[in-house]
């Protein structure tokens, strides 16, 4: 929905995938840590867009129309590891020891988050346009990948969360190439609890113009022309 010809409020749901894997860094001690996750992601979004140079389909005016977003979006995730063969779903095992006393409960599947970014517009015609944007979401979790704090040590975590909980908490024997687990103790880092997560959605997009009336003829007077690129 246009507000005038600078203003214009969108709303949005997004379905995709998200994965990450310490096998794939460069750096050693991501490696060795040998984590992995992938998680479905369901985002609702609504996005304030204010066009730098205005928003208009007249003669005349610019076919490049750059604008800047932000707003607010909830999000759904589910974290899950493959571990010998099967696929597991890492929430529910406390992997950082929630649900054992003095840890916190189990992490909501369920956040907030805050996009904020650019694109720009590219008029085919009055009523056709094409769009291309990348939004950074800043999530309100930092569990979208179920690492956040510390390890717990591994026969703490086995007692009290079991065996496929502790096993998956910490997998570098798996990278070390052994069976019996590597033991850290309690407080170890693990994640980065200090930032939560975000991650970016790039977008291209066709768009069509459903007003028939015409929605920028009643603004003609505010319009802004500017050169054509």
């Known amino acids: 929905k246009y507000f005038r010809n600078r203003f214009a409020l969108r709303g949005s749901f997004?379905?995709?995938?998200?994965?990450?894997?310490?096998?794939?860094?460069?750096?050693?001690?991501?490696?060795?840590?040998?984590?992995?996750?992938?998680?479905?992601?369901?985002?609702v979004a609504v996005l304030g867009e204010f066009y730098v140079f205005g928003f208009d389909t007249e003669p005349g005016s610019s076919?490049?129309?750059?604008?800047?977003t932000a707003g607010i979006a909830g999000l759904r995730f589910d974290p899950k590891a493959q571990y010998r063969g099967s696929e597991v779903r890492l929430q529910?095992?406390?992997?950082?020891?929630?649900?054992?006393?003095?840890?916190?409960e189990k992490y909501f599947l369920s956040a907030l988050s805050l996009p904020i970014g650019g694109g720009a517009k590219f008029l085919i015609s009055e009523k056709i346009n094409?769009?291309?944007?990348?939004?950074?979401?800043?999530?309100?979790t930092d569990y979208i990948d179920d690492v956040s704090t510390?390890?717990?040590?591994?026969?703490d975590l086995l007692a009290g969360n079991g065996a496929l909980a502790a096993n998956l908490s910490n997998r570098m024997n798996e990278f070390l190439g052994q069976v019996e687990p590597v033991i850290l103790q309690t407080g170890t880092t693990r994640g980065g609890s200090e930032v939560n997560d975000y991650y970016f959605v790039s977008t291209i997009s066709v768009n069509v113009v459903l007003d028939k009336g015409g929605i920028f003829s009643r603004n003609k007077r505010n319009r802004v022309n500017c050169p054509r690129f």
């Open 14 to 43: 997004t379905f995709g995938k998200m994965k990450g894997d310490d096998a794939n860094s460069t750096l050693d001690w991501q490696r060795l840590r040998n984590l992995s996750f992938y998680s479905n992601i369901s985002e």
């Open 63 to 68: 076919v490049f129309l750059p604008y800047v």
């Open 92 to 104: 529910p095992l406390g992997t950082e020891g929630q649900g054992l006393s003095g840890f916190g």
């Open 130 to 140: 094409i769009g291309a944007d990348i939004i950074m979401r800043w999530a309100t």
């Open 150 to 155: 510390d390890y717990v040590t591994y026969d």
